[in-house]
């Protein structure tokens, strides 16, 4: 060893005492071992990682299958988890709502257009405004869509339940 290093007399420290989860309900203090928490939704059910992914999958999914996803896993996993069941419930009803306001701004925006051509007596003039119309109403859908995606995606990741705004509930 050189004479110009220092010499390290402290003792090495002590080891580090392993953090607890706040939410473990099995938390002894005899018992040494690690088990996961459990976590419960508003309801009382017993909610598992599985069952947490699967109600993520229902809303995101949505991205990906349209509401071809929440559909298949309402009814494969909706049986196994009342969790997952009903976040995958709450998106399907909500895929179907934004689809009936995507067709009822449609006829709105065809409407208007419609009566915008007949004004003007011009055919041009009616297809560009209901076209424009119903462009910025699907924009604004859109992004409605995917905040309250982001947000149910979200409730789910922490084990809470989420209802859409603005959605038709015709799934129980």
């Given amino acids: 060893m050189p004479a110009d290093d220092p010499i390290d007399d402290r003792d090495p420290p002590a080891p580090r005492a392993r ?4 939410d473990d309900r099995y938390d002894d203090e005899d018992d040494d071992r690690w088990r996961p928490a459990r976590h419960y939704d508003e309801d009382g059910y017993e909610i598992s990682s599985n069952d947490q992914m699967w109600a993520i999958f229902a809303h995101v999914g949505v991205f990906v299958a349209g509401f071809l996803a929440p559909l298949i896993i309402f009814f494969v996993q909706g049986d196994k988890s009342e969790f997952v069941k009903r976040h995958a419930r709450e998106s399907l009803n909500h895929q179907i709502a934004m689809t ?4 009822l701004w449609m006829f709105v925006a065809a409407l208007i257009g419609l009566a915008v051509g007949g004004a003007t007596q011009s055919a041009a003039a009616g297809f560009i405004t209901g076209y ?12 409605k869509n995917t905040v309250v ?18 959605s038709i509930r015709l799934l129980g």
């Fill in 149 to 166: 995606i982001v947000l149910a995606t979200l409730a789910a990741s922490k084990y809470r339940h989420y209802r859409y705004p603005m």
């Fill in 132 to 143: 424009v119309l119903f462009l910025l109403g699907a924009v604004a859908l859109g992004i």
């Fill in 100 to 103: 009936l306001y995507i067709f």
């Fill in 19 to 22: 953090r607890r989860d706040p």
